[in-house]
C-alpha cells in the first residue's frame, strides 16, 4: 500500500492542472465581457432618458461620472 503511486491528486494539484487554469482563464473572459456588456447597456439607458428628457445633462454626467469611477475602483481590485 505505501509503495503503490497514488493515482488521485491532491485538491491543491487538481487546482493547479492546466485545465483548471484555463477554465479559470475562460470563466474570467466571460465575467469581463457579461460586465462589459451591462455597462454599455446602462449607458445605453442612460442617453435614452436624456434624450426622452427625463434627466437633465447634470444627472447624466454625475450618474456617468460615477459608473467610471465604480468600474475602475472594481478593475483595481481584480488585480
Not at 5 to 34: D, H, N
Not at 38 to 52: K, Q
Request: proline share 3%; hydrophobic share 35%; glycine share 0%.
Amino acid at each position: 500500500m505505501l509503495d503503490a503511486p497514488e493515482t488521485s491528486q491532491t485538491p491543491e494539484a487538481q487546482a493547479e492542472s492546466r485545465e483548471a487554469v484555463r477554465q479559470r482563464r475562460l470563466r474570467y473572459i466571460v465575467e469581463m465581457e457579461l460586465r462589459l456588456a451591462a455597462l454599455h447597456a446602462e449607458r445605453d439607458v442612460l442617453y435614452a432618458e436624456r434624450h426622452a428628457q427625463r434627466i437633465n445633462d447634470e444627472t447624466l454626467r454625475a450618474r456617468l461620472a460615477s459608473r467610471d469611477r465604480t468600474d475602475v475602483a472594481r478593475s483595481l481590485r481584480q488585480r
